[in-house]
C-alpha cells in the first residue's frame, strides 16, 4: 500500500455521511450547497469559523468574459498565456465557458457586485488580462462577499440550523474548530473518510462514501504571505500521505505588492496586506527609491504584465540596487477614488502608518497562490478512488505555470458545484468503501519547527532559486525535530514540512525558468521542459518525482 498516516488517538467521537467536504472557501462551500440541494448526506469541517478562509481575504475579483467587448477566445488566449505554456487548453477552455453562468449562480443567490453609474455590473482590469472582465464588490471586498453569498445559502438551506457553529440537522453537519488530520483509506486504496483534530486537542473520525477537499493553499511557507492562517496546506498534505498524485508544486505565485509595513507599525503576527492588482489596473506603477519606473522596457504591458513577470522583475531590480522593497504609486488617486474603488485596502494601509492618498505604498512580492497542488480533473477527480479536490488544493490544468489574475475564484466555484454535481449522479452506483486499514505511519515534526520552515523557504525556494539555496532548503526539512504528541502546531509544522519537500523537491527537478518558477541558474524557459512534474509517496513517506508526458494542446511553444 502506498502513502503514510499520521497516527492519533483512539477517536473520542464518530460519525457517518455520504459526503465529507474539508474546507469552506468558495470551493467547499459552492461544493457543499450543491451537494446539500442534492439530498445527500454532508459533514463540513472546518478548522477555525465558516469564513476564515483565503476567499474572505480575496480583494481583486472573479474573472469572468461579460462585457460584449470581450471574448471566450480572448480569456483563453489570456489564460493560456499568462500559463507559459503549463495550461491544459480543454480545461481552460471549460473555465472560461463556464465562468459567466457560475458569477450568475452566485447573483441569484443574492451575491451583489459592483456597479457603474449606468446600473451595469462594473468591469476591472487586472494584470495580463487584455479586457475588462474582473466582476468585483465593495470595491476591494469581493471575495468576502462570495463567501458572505455561499454561507448565507448554506445557513439558508433546508435541513441546516446554521454553519457558524457546529450542529447537526437534517441532512448537513457543520464541525467548526475541526481540523483535518488525514483522509482514510480502505483496503483497496479509495477514501472512506477522515481523522480530525478538535480544538480541545481530541480526535474524531468522519467515515464517509467520498471526501472532498477544500482546503486552500499553502502560503503559510512564508513569512510575508497574503493567505490567512489556516493555509498551511492540510489538504495537499493528507493527500499525499493517501496516495494522491500531487502536480507541479514548484509554482507558487508571488504577488507583487504586499504591503512592507514600517518598523515602528509593526505589530507581531499582524496578517499580511495584499495591495490588489486592480490598483494597478486603475493606472498605479511601481518605482525605485529614486522614483525610477520598475516595469518601463521590462514587457509590453509595462505594470500590468502576468505576475510572475512583474515579481521577477521587482525581484532583479531589488537585487541589482539593494533595495529591500519598492513602491507602488497611486497617489494620482485622490482620496475620493481610493475610499470609493479600495476602501479596505486604503484602511489597512492607514492602520499600519501609509497613507496611500499622500504617498507611495512601500511593496515587495509575498507568497500568494499555490497553481500546483492535487492532481485533478475538472469535477475534481483525484488519482485517489473517492478523494475529490477543488479550488486552490487542486491542480487542472487551468493556472498551468502562474494564474491569470482572479480567475481562482472563479475554478473554485466552477469546481466546487461541478464536482458536487458528479458526487450527485455518481455516488448511488459507486463501489461502497470498506473499513479503513491502517497505512504505515508517518512521523510528527515539532511545531517548534515552523519559524526554520518559513526561514528556509523564504531564503531558498522564493521568487528566485538556485541549485545549492534548494538543496539547504531540502536539508532543514529534513532534519526538523519529531515529536510523538499530536497538537495543532505539530500537525502545522508537518504539513508545512511536507508541502515544503514537495515544493523544493520539485523545484530542484525544474532546470528551467518558467511562469512562476524562476532559476537563477537556468534563466531561459526550455522546450524539453513542457512536462509536468508529479509526486507521490511511498509507505516510506519518501517524495517521488516524475514527469510526465508532455503537456497535452498547450498555446505556448515553450
Ligand atoms: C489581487 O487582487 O491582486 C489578487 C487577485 C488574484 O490573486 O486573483
Redesign the pocket.
Known sequence: MTGTQIKTPVASWTRSCDVVVVGTGAAGLSAAVALQASGLEVAVITRAGVSDSSTDW????L?AVWSPADSTELHLSDTLTAGAGLCDRDAVADLVASAPDALRRIIGMGGHFDTDAAGEIDLHL??GHHARR?LHAGG?Q?GHEVERTLADALTAAPGSTGPRRSSKSGRLQVFTGTRLVDVLTDAAGRACGVTVLGGGGACGQITARAVLLATGGIGQLWPTT?NPPVATGDGLAAATRAGAVIRDAEFM?F?P?ILVVPERHRIPGDRGV??????RGEGAFLIDHRGRRVMAGVHPLADLAP?DVVSAAEQAHMTATGEDHLFLDATAFGAQRWETSFPSILAMCRQRGVDPVSEPIPVRPGA??HCGGVAATMTGRTSVPGLWAVGEAACTGVQGAN???????TEALVMGERAARELASGLGSAPRPGTAVDRSESGLIDGSGIEAIRRAMSRHVSVMREASGLAEALGVLDRLAGTDRLDDAALSATNLALAGRLVAGAAAMRTESRGCHRRSDFPERDAAWLLHIDARTDSRGRIILSRTDQVRQSQEAA
Open positions: 480575496a480583494q481583486g475579483g474573472a487586472e494584470g474582473i476591494d469581493s497574503t505565485q504577488h505588492t495584499l495591495i490588489s492588482e486592480a490598483v505576475r500568494h497562490y494564474r491569470l489574475a482572479s480567475n481562482s475564484l
